[in-house]
């Protein structure tokens, strides 16, 4: 059953937004908020395991402050369980996960389901337990936790701190390990960043047995962070793994509460990564891990309660193995997506009798959850811009589309119904209960009026279609000058028929300043299969930089643009294409503001650098490195290149700018530098966006003659 889009609010009316009337246009004081006002901002989705239909999230205010809450009848306003805190005071994990996990939001950060009728809840990296009212529950010792882990089918909480684990509640504190040299039940850096294993700490689903990782990070280099803006200056210490430098050791430990037993097992190659965690019942956990050149996964199930260890999946692939996003179990098998039949992400069960593949003509981009024997996923057919949601039969393989077009996420899967925020290019943000009928739960009403970009296929003459998205100005393209916003990096897919495009207020402002923004995901980026990532093999400053130069060139050809007023800017890895793309290639720019970008692969971690530029030694660090082509900036008819940094940027360190500066220096070339003093990798402080979009617009404004 596919959805009228949008579905009539008439008999299935909005709730729990604020309506605004007639919306205004964009004014420049906009750039500087994460989000725009009016805009239905969901989290993090659940369906209440008690019925199977009601929908608790975190949805956030117009200051991105979450807060719990359950939706419950149609035209009733979502009620609040947990509100944010009173002040914005947060854990430096809560603050650090927030960096791994890209979460916008601040308040109520996570909440999972403990039991049938109780949710742990963080606010602000602070665990607690409430029942279904949002009632504060006694009994549940969670003082100090910074990671917890629940089951629907047990009413224990298992915590960590870091040093310590144990099992909290009801009523109760029950100490399981303790260990000051080594790290217990944390994700460390480089899973968190690199491989999204967020996790470290794991119940079985009747809370009998505890899963976690032991990891040993003492020869891992530290960087040190400096905080200058406090006094005195306060130190930042963090185990990082740059390049050829010693991953962390990680094993998995395994403790039975019946019988006060634990095992070891150390299943991860040396110098490798364990990537996935899972309970397969009470009496098996599947590990899975990656080699360090990642090259290989492979599942182990470790049996309990003798330990006895199954090799039950391997997959191999050069030039690199990707590794899936979600594993689920089904009974005794896995559900999972690979790559390995067509270079496509593909539905997989795992299982005794082998490998079999499902929904051949799904491209998978999420796996959501089952229900019962079916799984809900989210992913396309014939469009890669475009999503589905669909429900996949595991028995027989059929397959049925819910709904079709924009994007869905979150997603979230119960027993009686599926929910899911949807946007489109078009349409922003909108909660839908898919049930016996579709149900528009909540809905948006922004405050700004904003024209969606124009979805465009970029020839460029070798047979391959790459995607983009064009902001026009007012009064057309013609004569106008063009700006690229770039990303350009690996997995990550730029253009999707999301609302999230729309709602890009640099772009949309900067086309109302006279210029082309023109976004583009070409060879290396993600989402289109082995045959559009895996050029980039070639090495970073390769086929992405190739096909972003070339785009200019299909601009002057389809939009009319004035190829002689060019401008790139980007963040992170678009950081480093724009630094890139404006010194090799400085006769095709006027200018380009880079943001936090990567200078050299060898000073970022190994999780991602060694992956697609090989092992510490590789020729291709050296052909990707900033600093070769440096010398493309200087001179009088050189494009003008800004940097924005954070100085507290834990992820692309600000040494990365300082060490280009410092060449750029010996060169003399005159490289501008903004520095954001308390800002990590993604600024998230008013003031700090705020700075980010005045000091962008106006360089690019300045050099391309816009206003």
Avoid at 105 to 122: I, M, Q, T, Y
Wanted: include cysteine; aromatic fraction near 8%.
């Amino acid at each position: 059953m596919c959805v009228a889009w949008p579905p009539a609010v008439g008999s299935r009316g909005a709730v729990g937004v604020v309506l605004r009337g007639v919306s205004r246009a964009l004014q420049f004081e906009d750039l500087a908020r994460r989000r725009v006002r009016g805009i239905l901002e969901v989290g993090q989705l659940s369906i209440d395991p008690r019925d199977g239909v009601s929908i608790v999230g975190l949805l956030s205010d117009d200051d991105g402050r979450a807060a719990l809450v359950r939706w419950g009848e149609l035209g009733e306003s979502p009620r609040i369980l947990v509100g944010p805190p009173e002040d914005e005071a947060t854990t430096t994990w809560d603050e650090l996960s927030a960096e791994r996990a890209r979460r916008a939001w601040g308040g109520v950060s996570a909440f999972r389901p403990l039991g049938a009728e109780r949710w742990c809840v963080s606010v602000g990296g602070r665990w607690e337990v409430v029942d279904d009212e949002g009632r504060a529950v006694g009994g549940y010792d969670l003082a100090g936790a910074v990671a917890v882990a629940t089951s629907e089918t047990s009413d224990v909480v298992a915590a960590t701190d870091g040093h310590e684990v144990w099992i909290a509640g009801p009523g109760r504190r029950e100490r399981l390990a303790v260990d000051h040299e080594l790290s217990l039940g944390l994700a460390e850096y480089v899973a968190q960043e690199e491989f999204g294993r967020f996790d470290g700490l794991w119940l079985s689903p009747s809370g009998r047995r505890v899963a976690w990782t032991e990891v040993d990070e003492r020869m891992v280099p530290e960087h040190v962070i400096v905080h200058h803006d406090v006094v005195p200056a306060r130190l930042e210490r963090h185990r990082y793994p740059f390049v050829g430098s010693p991953n962390a050791s990680v094993a998995v430990v395994v403790y039975d509460r019946e019988g006060g037993a634990s095992l070891r097992r150390a299943l991860t190659p040396e110098g490798g990564y364990l990537v996935e965690v899972c309970w397969v019942g009470d009496d098996a956990l599947v590990v899975g891990v990656v080699d360090r050149a990642q090259h290989e996964l492979t599942r182990w199930r470790i049996e309990l309660p003798d330990g006895a260890t199954v090799r039950v999946d391997r997959e191999a692939h050069e030039p690199w193995i990707n590794v899936p996003a979600t594993v689920l179990v089904w009974g005794r098998t896995l559900v999972t997506t690979s790559q390995r039949f067509d270079g496509q992400w593909r539905v997989v069960l795992i299982g005794e009798e082998g490998v079999r593949r499902l929904a051949d003509g799904v491209v998978v981009t999420a796996l959501v959850g089952l229900a019962g024997d079916e799984l809900i996923a989210v992913g396309y057919d014939d469009d890669p811009v475009r999503r589905s949601l669909w429900r996949i039969h595991l028995r027989d393989g059929s397959v049925r589309e819910l709904d079709r077009g924009g994007v869905f996420g979150p997603v979230a899967v119960g027993a009686r119904a599926v929910a899911a925020v949807r946007s489109s290019l078009e349409e922003p943000p909108a909660l839908v209960r898919y049930g016996e009928e579709p149900e528009l739960v909540a809905a948006s009403e922004p405050e700004l009026e904003l024209r969606p970009p124009r979805r465009v296929e970029v020839d460029l003459g070798d047979g391959l279609v790459r995607f983009g998205a064009v902001y026009e100005p007012p009064g057309g393209a013609t004569g106008r000058p063009l700006i690229l916003s770039v990303y350009g990096g690996p997995h990550v897919q730029l253009v999707q028929d999301a609302w999230q495009l729309t709602a890009d207020l640099s772009a949309q402002w900067l086309a109302m300043l006279g210029a082309v923004v023109l976004k583009l995901d070409g060879r290396g980026s993600a989402n289109r299969g082995r045959v559009v990532e895996e050029p980039l093999a070639a090495g970073f400053g390769t086929v992405e930089l190739e096909d972003h130069i070339a785009a200019i060139d299909w601009a002057a050809r389809a939009l009319g643009i004035d190829a002689a007023r060019v401008g790139i800017y980007g963040w992170s890895y678009g950081g480093y294409l724009t630094l890139l793309a404006t010194s090799r290639y400085p006769e095709r720019f006027r200018v380009g503001v880079a943001g936090a970008p990567v200078v050299d692969f060898r000073w970022y971690d190994t999780g991602y650098s060694e992956r697609y530029l090989g092992l510490a030694g590789d020729p291709r660090y050296d052909r990707a490195s900033v600093v070769a082509s440096l010398e493309g900036l200087r001179g009088p008819t050189a494009p003008r290149v800004l940097i924005i940094h954070g100085l507290v940027d834990e992820n692309v360190h600000v040494s990365h700018t300082l060490r280009l500066l410092e060449r750029a220096q010996e060169l003399g070339i005159d490289l501008p530098f903004v520095a954001l003093p308390s800002s990590r990798h993604g600024p998230r402080a008013a003031h700090a966006l705020a700075t980010v979009a005045r000091v962008r617009t106006e360089f690019l404004a300045t050099h391309l003659g816009l206003g």
